[in-house]
């Protein structure tokens, strides 16, 4: 073992001393931290502030928005017809990015036209559309009944058919937190990746420069591997721990200075709504309006996920990184390295698509089998450990973390058997068959 | 020291080893010999425990050889490796380490070799920045950094130039005066010559010599004579009749000559002395030894394989 160790700090070193190893600790995270930044504003588009010219020839509107929904789009009115050439090259009009046209027959034909400059997101579109509509709701209803503006409303209030499962009957669960859990599948993934191509790599590179004959002269070469899959593995949890740092502290950054309008004390919030403070209610709206920060922050039970994340990490990298490096020590030239590691892709791909799967059918009994699968479990379990699981059925879990454990044990018992077999031979072709030979001889 | 008993080995269909039994003695050079693909590396391999014979087994001091047994072995193989991006005491340490030894263990046996090489600044160097030579002498103080008391050298003196070779036959000879049993494979037969006690000569996979250098010298003898006389070169010419056939005479001193005859059929040295008695006054006769080159390529051909 106390070799095994040593091959592994080795790897270590080396790894971690590399300068872009260093190089991609610092900006890793901070791209991830960008595309974080950018996901959060595009879930909050809309909020740039629009002025809105409504040409209301009619005095239908009578110059008055009674429902503010967006607070960052400012009304203003016009008498008359407004030219739409003169809106476009106007002087005057340039500080408008939206031009209304509410003609007098907006009441019976229900139309209204909208010029933008630009673009308008349709978070604009929605809020310009339930402004104008309230308002002409409440002329109209002026006009043709007898009814109060709050009796109309409450019957045009259309029947609102609330879907809850009966595990989650509270509706805390959404399809959000699946994608976050394919968001975990997709990082174990990714690092399998690198890292086991960077296995399947050193130990190709110590076999062209031959440094092999002297290392297995000295240990057994199911050290060896084993050494090598656990220095590369600490080196890949070295880096997932630093990122998940400075991450942290990116987010603790946003939370405290970048979108800090959107955190505010569950205490503060309820004083306030008791007392009614509108501003507040928005902010509160605010906070469950951004469905990302709103999952990142509140609905994961990171507790659990990220535990469970980590022992998903470990066993799928050792199942996977177990097959790298038998494809390392087997391989006689580089290119036999990149025609043996694409079925290994494709398997890491196809995980990453039955994670989604999962997602969009998680009753489909293709998910049920891909959850104890080892090549597809990784990603699986952590759609499904994110989104929950019902209960009872936590024991799911276990059998599917315990399968992939049993099997990453397999799967170094033949790697290790292939690597023996395999990682003194050198300038051969590899093929499936000679495989299956290093796997059947004892050396 | 290390004894193999009817070890064979074959990867599929091709016998590298068979039914190989031999002794590796203590204390001495045993030279591995054998064309190529004769099965050298094989049985260094399974003396290394690299590879497990399918037949037979070793024993290393009287017992079974094990993984234990790794730890007293220096091997240096006949590929040679090194990380390129390591420093040279850093790739030496990390060799210690993995032999067992401590930090400081290593440490120590490290100054002491890179001193006795005279190369101690060459310690904070990447090999990377050592040239093939360079890099060779690392890893010939690799092989040997732990103290190991058996040494299996691989074709050492490859990629050396002659002053580097001389300094690592001296090596060699000096490990051997301190008591390590050193496997010396190689091709150099002047190496053997000079250095190894012992010979072991496989030949496609089977061994066709385990004795000692003189022992084999000794059972191979040349065909040829040299005689040293004083009278005249004719009179000498026409004494050997068909008998003996003259290669080669020169003068040594006046009147003085050497002489190299081939013997023909079954010839004696005594027919010899009897032919030439009488026609000239004879200095001295005696049978020509073979070089190691010679008895290899004797013994080789000897067992070639029918066609």
């Known amino acids: ?443 | 020291m290390i004894e193999i008993f009817e070890v064979s080995k074959s990867y599929q269909r091709n016998v590298a080893l068979n039914n190989l039994s031999a002794e590796i003695p203590r204390g001495q050079i045993t030279g591995l010999l054998g064309p190529n693909g004769a099965g050298k590396t094989t049985l260094i391999r399974i003396i290394n425990q690299m590879l497990i014979p399918n037949t037979g087994y070793l024993k290393y001091d009287g017992k079974f050889l094990n993984h234990s047994h790794l730890r007293l072995m220096g091997y240096l193989p006949e590929e040679r490796g090194l990380y390129k991006s390591m420093t040279v005491g850093d790739q030496l340490s990390f060799l210690c380490r993995l032999r067992g030894m401590t930090r400081a263990e290593g440490s120590a046996q490290i100054r002491h070799w890179l001193d006795k090489f005279n190369i101690s600044d060459w310690r904070g160097k990447k090999i990377e920045s050592l040239s093939k030579g360079m890099a060779q002498k690392i890893q010939f103080i690799a092989a040997l950094v732990h103290d190991p008391e058996f040494i299996i050298l691989d074709e050492p003196l490859s990629g050396f130039d002659p002053i580097n070779v001389d300094l690592i036959m001296s090596e060699l000879l000096d490990l051997k005066d301190q008591g390590k049993t050193i496997l010396l494979s190689t091709h150099n037969m002047q190496s053997v010559q000079d250095m190894c006690s012992h010979i072991l000569l496989l030949n496609d996979g089977t061994k066709i010599a385990d004795s000692s250098f003189s022992e084999l010298s000794q059972n191979h003898q040349s065909s040829q004579f040299v005689v040293r006389y004083r009278g005249t070169k004719i009179a000498f010419a026409n004494s050997l009749w068909t008998d003996f056939e003259l290669l080669d005479q020169h003068e040594v001193t006046s009147d003085l000559f050497e002489a190299s005859l081939a013997q023909r059929g079954d010839r004696s040295v005594d027919d010899l002395i009897g032919n030439i008695k009488g026609h000239v006054s004879i200095e001295a006769v005696s049978r020509k030894r073979l070089n190691m080159q010679e008895i290899f390529l004797e013994l080789v051909n000897a067992n070639k394989p029918l066609e």
Not at chain 1, 44 to 61: E, S
Not at chain 1, 249 to 276: A, K, P, R
Not at chain 1, 281 to 308: A, T, W
Not at chain 1, 326 to 351: K, R, V
Request: hydrophobic residues 50%.
């Open chain 1, 1 to 443: 073992m106390k070799q095994v160790w040593i091959i592994a700090m080795r790897e270590l070193r080396g790894r971690i001393w590399n300068r872009s190893f260093l190089l991609m600790l610092i900006i890793g995270p901070l791209l991830l931290l960008t595309m974080a930044y950018f996901l959060v504003k595009a879930n909050d588009q809309g909020k740039k502030n629009l002025t809105v010219l409504i040409a209301d020839p009619g005095n239908i509107m009578e110059g008055v928005i009674s429902s503010r929904e967006n607070q960052k789009i400012s009304y203003y009115f016009v008498d008359g017809y407004l030219d739409l050439d003169e809106f476009k090259r106007g002087k005057d009009y340039q500080k408008f990015d939206v031009l209304i046209e509410v003609n007098e027959k907006v009441l019976n034909n229900k139309k209204a036209f909208v010029f933008y400059r630009g673009f308008l997101s349709s978070d604009a579109k929605n809020s310009i559309k339930f402004n104008i509509e309230r308002r002409i709701e409440e002329v109209m209803v002026n006009e043709f009944s007898t009814l109060t503006i709050d009796k109309y409303r409450q019957m045009k209030q259309p029947l609102n058919m609330d879907y809850r499962n009966v595990d989650d009957p509270y509706g805390m669960q959404s399809q959000s937190e699946g994608y976050v859990g394919l968001i975990f599948g997709f990082v174990i993934v990714i690092f399998i990746l690198l890292f086991g191509l960077s296995i399947m790599r050193g130990i190709a590179r110590e076999k062209s420069n031959r440094i092999v004959e002297v290392l297995v002269s000295v240990v057994k070469p199911r050290r060896l591997m084993l050494g090598k899959i656990l220095g590369v593995g600490l080196s890949a949890l070295t880096q997932l721990f630093a990122w998940s740092i400075f991450i942290g502290i990116g987010f603790w950054f946003f939370q405290n200075y970048v979108f800090s309008e959107f955190f505010i004390s569950d205490e503060y919030i309820t004083m306030q709504l008791n007392e009614g403070n509108d501003v507040l209610f928005g902010k509160y709206n605010m906070l469950h309006q951004n469905e990302v920060i709103d999952l990142i922050y509140q609905r994961l039970n990171l507790s659990v996920v990220l535990p469970i994340f980590f022992i998903t990490f470990v066993l799928g990298y050792v199942f996977y990184g177990a097959f790298f490096s038998l494809i390392g020590a087997g391989i006689g030239s580089e290119s036999d390295g990149q025609q043996f590691s694409i079925p290994m892709i494709l398997f890491l791909f196809f995980a990453v698509y039955i994670g989604y799967f999962s997602i969009v059918h998680p009753e489909s009994s293709l998910v049920a089998i891909c959850e104890f699968i080892p090549f597809t479990s990784p990603v699986v379990i952590m759609v499904k450990t994110c989104q929950g699981y019902a209960s009872g059925s936590g024991y799911l879990l276990v059998v599917s973390l315990f399968i992939l454990f049993l099997s990453s044990l397999i799967m170094l018992y033949f790697a290790s058997r292939i690597f023996r077999n395999g990682v003194l031979e050198f300038g051969h072709s590899l093929s499936i068959r000679k495989l299956f030979i290093w796997l059947k001889s004892d050396s």
